[in-house]
Each structure stands twice: as C-alpha cells, then as structure tokens.
C-alpha cells in the first residue's frame, strides 16, 4: 500500500514526452482520504463521455482582487498589485486529444475575442486521443 500512495502523489508530474514542447502548466489539488467529510459545496462535479468528473474551483489572486475591489476595499491604496494583469502574456492555446477539435477551437476564439485578446494561435496537440 505504500507504494501506491507514493506512486499516487507523484504521477501527476510525469507527462507523455509529446507534450514537452507545449511547455504546460500542471496544477494539483488533492483531497484528503476523508472526502465524505468535504462540504457539499466544496466539490463539483462534470460529466465527461464515460466518467462523472469531481473537481474544486479555486480562486486566483486576481480574481479575489476585483471582487474586493466592487466592495471598496482598495478605494485609498493607490497602488496596483503587481498580480492584477490585464491579460495574461498568452502567445499559443494547444487544444489537447479530443474528437471535436473544431467545436473547442470555435469556443476558445469567441472566448478570447470576449477578453479581449488578439493575435493568440490555437493549434492542435499531436498526441493522440485516448479512448479508455
């Protein structure tokens, strides 16, 4: 048992070698062994093709800030932190394996145009989709 729990804690940094060059980001959040102790408003759930997919939102920096901001906490500062960006530097979006490459491409435009950014490529993963 001690070696899946090892092996549990680490397999979310390995990655297939097709993706080294998208230079991705990797965000883990675990929760603990205890899930039925979890507040019912903590976990979300999704539905992907074959699975129900349990996931937390978590809250950026950025985004706490502008809600803070609408309640006037930052009204005398003066200054900006250096977190509030305008637009992240995003040059390139890699849709990964999928079946409807169109469609995802089609949202992702309309959500860049809806943010405002411009000049970003969407290009398709070479990796191939996996059907499990």
Known sequence: MVIIEYLEGIVASYK??????ENEFRFEYVINDDVKNKSKSDILFRASNSLIIPYVLLKAKYKKYLEEVEIG???NC???????LKHLPINEIIIGPSLDYHSIK???EALLVKH??????????NVP???S
């Open 78 to 84: 003066g200054a900006t932190p250096s977190f509030a």
């Open 129 to 131: 989709y996996r059907i």
């Open 106 to 108: 089609i949202a992702i």
């Open 73 to 75: 906490k930052y009204i």
């Open 16 to 21: 297939n070698e097709r993706f080294q060059n």
């Open 116 to 125: 405002n950014y411009e000049h970003v490529a969407i290009t398709k993963s």
